[in-house]
C-alpha cells in the first residue's frame, strides 16, 4: 500500500507562472519530507526538505508547504523555467527509522516556453 | 568525482542468471542505500548500511537479493537467479548524515544514476 501518493501523473505549465506540486501521506508517523527531482537517464536530485516541525520551507524559486492535519504537502515552483521540466518526486520518512524514505510515484513537470 | 556513481549502466540478463550491481558512494559518506525504480513507480526501499553494517533490508524482495558492504565504501547488490520481474532501475544513494541533524536540512541522500536492469 503506498503510503505517499502523487495523485498527478504529469502538469503542464507555462513559462514564468507558477508550478505546483501535490503530495498526500497516509502516514501520521512521517515527520520529515523532501522532494526530489529527477532528469531522464540521471538519478534524482535533491531539492528542498521540511521537518514536521514547521509548515513553510522556501529556497529560491521553490517553497514547500506541509499541512499536516491535511497529510498535504505541495511544492510551489515560482517563476517556472524551461529547465525545471523534470520529474518531481516527493518523499518521506519516519521519526522511529528517519533512513527509510517512502516515495510518491513522481509528477512530470513541463514548462512550456 | 565527486558524485555517486553506479556501475554498468545497463545490464541485460537471461532468466535465471545471476547479475552483481555495484555502487560507488561518496567519499567519507557513512550511509548507503539501496532502491528499486519499477517503469512509472517511485524508488522503492530496498536496503541500507551504516559503515559496513546492514542495519535494514526489509525492502528485499525475497532471498534472491543480497547486498554487502563489506569495507564500508562500496556496495554489490546481487540479485541471483533473475526473473523477468525483476527488470527495473537500481539506484544507490549516499547520505553524510546518519542522524538528526536538526533544523530543515538533515539525511540528505544523494543519488547515483541508476543501472537499468532488464531480464529477458
Known amino acids: 500500500d503506498q503510503q505517499v501518493k502523487q495523485n498527478s501523473p504529469s502538469l503542464s505549465v507555462q513559462e514564468g507562472r507558477i508550478s505546483i506540486l501535490n503530495c498526500d501521506y497516509t502516514?501520521?508517523?512521517?515527520?520529515?519530507f523532501l522532494w526530489y527531482k529527477k532528469y531522464p537517464a540521471e538519478g534524482p536530485t535533491f531539492l528542498i526538505s521540511?521537518?514536521?516541525?514547521?509548515d513553510k520551507n522556501e529556497d529560491g524559486r521553490f517553497t514547500v508547504f506541509l499541512n499536516k492535519s491535511a497529510k498535504h504537502l505541495s511544492l510551489h515552483i515560482v517563476p517556472s523555467q524551461p529547465g525545471d521540466s523534470a520529474v518531481y518526486f516527493c518523499a518521506a520518512s519516519a521519526v522511529d527509522n528517519f533512513n527509510k524514505f517512502y516515495f510518491g510515484s513522481g509528477t512530470k513537470l513541463n514548462v512550456k516556453p | 568525482g565527486a558524485g555517486v556513481s553506479q556501475s554498468p549502466r545497463y545490464k541485460v540478463a537471461k532468466r535465471g542468471q545471476d547479475v552483481a550491481l555495484r555502487c560507488d558512494p561518496i567519499?567519507?559518506?557513512?550511509?548507503l542505500f539501496w532502491y528499486q525504480q519499477a517503469l512509472g513507480q517511485g524508488p522503492e526501499f530496498l536496503t541500507y548500511f551504516q559503515n559496513e553494517a546492514q542495519l535494514d533490508k526489509s525492502g528485499l524482495p525475497s532471498d534472491r537479493f543480497f547486498a554487502e558492504r563489506p569495507e564500508g565504501s562500496v556496495s554489490t547488490l546481487k540479485i541471483q537467479r533473475t526473473q523477468q520481474e525483476d527488470s527495473a532501475v537500481y539506484l544507490c544513494?549516499?547520505?553524510?548524515?546518519?542522524?538528526?541533524?536538526?533544523?530543515?536540512?538533515?539525511?540528505?541522500?544523494?543519488f547515483g544514476p541508476g543501472t537499468r536492469l532488464t531480464v529477458l
Open positions: 502516514n501520521s508517523m512521517f515527520d520529515y
Open positions: 567519499s567519507g559518506h557513512v550511509s
Open positions: 544513494a549516499s547520505s553524510l548524515v546518519t542522524g538528526l541533524a536538526g533544523g530543515d536540512t538533515y539525511n540528505e541522500q544523494f
Open positions: 521540511i521537518s514536521s516541525i514547521k
